[in-house]
């Protein structure tokens, strides 16, 4: 567990390394590539990853909640969350016993 | 959609480089994340989200078929939070959590 934390910036110079684009276009095809998902999951359900995992949208009901700071109730919008479903090599690759 | 949908879309914006380079940048960008997080890294991709290892304790469950106890073994799980203009995005433009 070495618990650092990767960015933006190893990811572009990884597609630098490994498929020959040049530093601006790598960081232009991360850019791209998360904003195609981010649309995707604007007006649909799913986008599905093969060997990676889905990334989910669903929609939660208003409940009734409590702000923890003052212990007042307030009323939780309805709101679409985005969830992660790994696949199971990604799971198998995280939990190394 | 799915990959082999984003890389179409990709393909349309990005005419000059090949279908199999494309093909790859979107795996080297899935397989960056993947060993960040077999290394027990978190990875952080601003705007869109974050991605981090969630350790689970050892829990004991039943068999839902024969109401059976089991134990269930501590293990470590990828969790994606998704960042502040992602959350928006999905719903119509603003982030329900800054309400």
């Known amino acids: ?86 696949s199971p090599m990604l799971k198998s690759l995280v939990d190394h016993k | 959609m799915l990959k082999s949908e984003l890389i179409a879309k990709l393909a349309v914006e990005y005419s000059h480089l090949r279908q199999e380079d494309l093909e790859r940048v979107v795996n080297v960008i899935l397989e960056e994340i993947g060993s960040a997080l077999s290394r027990g890294d978190r990875v952080e991709l601003r705007g869109f989200g974050a991605f981090s290892v969630r350790h689970r304790d050892a829990r004991k469950g039943r068999n839902p078929r024969t109401g059976e106890s089991v134990e ?28």
């Open chain 1, 1 to 86: 567990m070495s618990n650092q934390t990767v960015t933006r910036a190893e990811v572009t110079d990884a597609i630098v390394r490994e498929v020959g684009v040049t530093r601006q276009e790598s960081s232009d095809l991360l850019d791209r590539t998360l904003e195609l998902i981010g649309s995707a999951l604007e007006t649909q359900d799913e986008v599905k990853l093969s060997r990676f995992g889905n990334f989910v949208v669903r929609s939660k009901a208003p409940r009734e909640g409590r702000n923890p700071k003052t212990g007042q109730e307030a009323v939780i919008a309805a709101r679409r969350v985005v969830t992660f479903r790994p």
């Open chain 2, 72 to 99: 269930v073994p501590a293990k470590s799980v990828p969790f994606f939070k998704a960042g502040k203009e992602l959350r928006a995005r999905v719903n119509g433009g603003e982030d329900p959590e800054a309400r």
